[in-house]
């Protein structure tokens, strides 16, 4: 069986050889084929990393934000005196809860950021250690606040990841002094990168521009008082956001004093609801890229079977002349599909190869680059090969059920 086998890819590829043209017309709908399918799912697949990282690295995942806000209500703005506002003292109320992982407070304030002579405006974040935690943030380089640095007021800052690029042009920032108003801060860590050219936002593109300080040390040397602009909460609990922006909701207006001068953004469950669209659309992609790279094949299997067809006519005295001498109906049928395999599999390897030369040329659009899918090299060859298999089936029944003398005399 081994010998026959090869034996027909032996004459499949003598086949090629001997009709270069027809070969080249009936590969080349195979190898756009299978391009197509590798390109596309190499693509798709590198689009949903860069998106589900991107939003990951978004840090909001869980979060809500707790932000001062005057009341809509005539009868509650009366009330406004009775509460001290949203303050630092709020972040004690809420870590009671047991439902939420980590409590952040958040101060908020336009400076001019100077480093010798060059100055820029830039938004100054003074922020608690926990903003890390409920924000999932990483360093690039260096370090992030610690306790000692709130409890201390220690003057030092964290430069967001595309300011420091600006104020030091890809130089290390680390240790250096900046200005921010009248005060000096030392350098101490430069800010992960957040999101990517797929998922951002606006408070991330404002936070890569601007400077993370103690939120002890905003209040000591930038502005004072204990009101903040706003708190940021982390639960786990992603199935009960609902009921956890109400417990946050109620804790908030007890301490407050039955006053409603904030107002609560679910931002976790409005990434809930923006993946779910997401999933949608490049679900959607895939279903109509898939369906184009299906043509594709399909075309190719059509040019497979009109090739068969052709290589029947011309053979049929070969056909006889082997059934003549002994040849069975199995080895006939076998030989015609070892032909049309062969040639859709040759097809199908060319069109990898094709897809591995445009994946590494337009890889440089892609942040990560732009690898093969192992999937789709898996489903460029497979629906390569099952494409030359369903084309010559047909044509291999119609070459084993001759008679010798059909053949023959055909």
């Not at 460029?380 to 010559?392: D, M, Q, S, W, Y």
Request: hydrophobic share 45%; aromatic share 8%.
């Amino acid at each position: 069986m081994n010998i026959a086998f090869w034996e027909a890819v032996r004459t499949t590829l003598s086949e090629i050889w001997a009709h270069k043209f027809r070969s080249f017309l009936t590969l080349l709908l195979v190898v756009l084929g299978t391009m197509g399918v590798v390109v596309l799912v190499t693509m798709i697949e590198a689009l949903k990393v860069m998106v589900w990282d991107g939003i990951k690295s978004l840090g909001f995942d869980g979060v809500m934000f707790v932000e001062a806000s005057t009341p809509d209500d005539p009868a509650e703005r009366q009330k406004l005196g009775l509460s001290r506002g949203l303050s630092y003292r709020d972040v004690a109320v809420l870590e009671e809860s047991d439902s939420l992982q980590a409590v952040a407070a958040i101060r908020i304030k336009d400076f001019v950021v100077r480093r010798g002579t060059e100055e820029r405006r830039a938004r100054v974040y003074g922020i608690t250690p926990s903003f890390v935690t409920v924000h999932e943030r990483e360093i690039s380089s260096g370090r992030w606040f610690d306790q000692g640095d709130e409890i201390e007021r220690r003057r030092v800052a964290v430069l967001g990841f595309e300011l420091a690029d600006k104020m030091f042009a890809g130089g290390d920032p680390l240790g250096k002094q900046i200005r921010i108003g009248d005060a000096s801060f030392r350098i101490v860590g430069v800010e992960a990168r957040l999101g990517n050219r797929q998922a951002n936002s606006g408070w991330t593109r404002r936070e890569m521009n601007g400077v993370l300080v103690p939120l002890a040390t905003f209040r000591a040397y930038l502005s004072g008082g204990e009101r903040i602009s706003l708190m940021t909460v982390k639960t786990a609990d992603l199935d009960r956001l609902d009921d956890v922006k109400g417990e946050v909701g109620r804790l908030v207006r007890r301490a407050h004093h039955g006053v409603g001068d904030y107002a609560i953004e679910n931002v976790a469950d409005e990434m809930l609801k923006a993946e779910k669209e997401i999933r949608v659309l490049l679900r959607n992609w895939t279903i109509v890229l898939a369906a184009i790279s299906g043509i594709a094949l399909l075309i190719g299997g059509v040019g497979i079977y009109s090739v068969l067809k052709i290589s029947l006519a011309e053979r049929l005295y070969e056909i006889g002349l082997r059934k003549s001498i002994g040849a069975s109906d199995r080895a006939i049928l076998t030989q015609f599909l070892v032909e049309s395999t062969t040639l859709s599999a040759l097809g199908g390897i060319i069109g990898c190869g094709v897809a591995a030369i445009i994946c590494a040329a337009v890889s440089g659009n892609f942040e990560a680059g732009l690898p093969l899918a192992p999937l789709g090299l898996q489903l460029g060859i497979g629906f390569a090969v099952f494409t030359g298999l369903f084309a010559g089936l047909f044509p291999a029944l119609s070459a084993s059920r001759l008679t010798p003398i059909e053949a023959l005399r055909g």
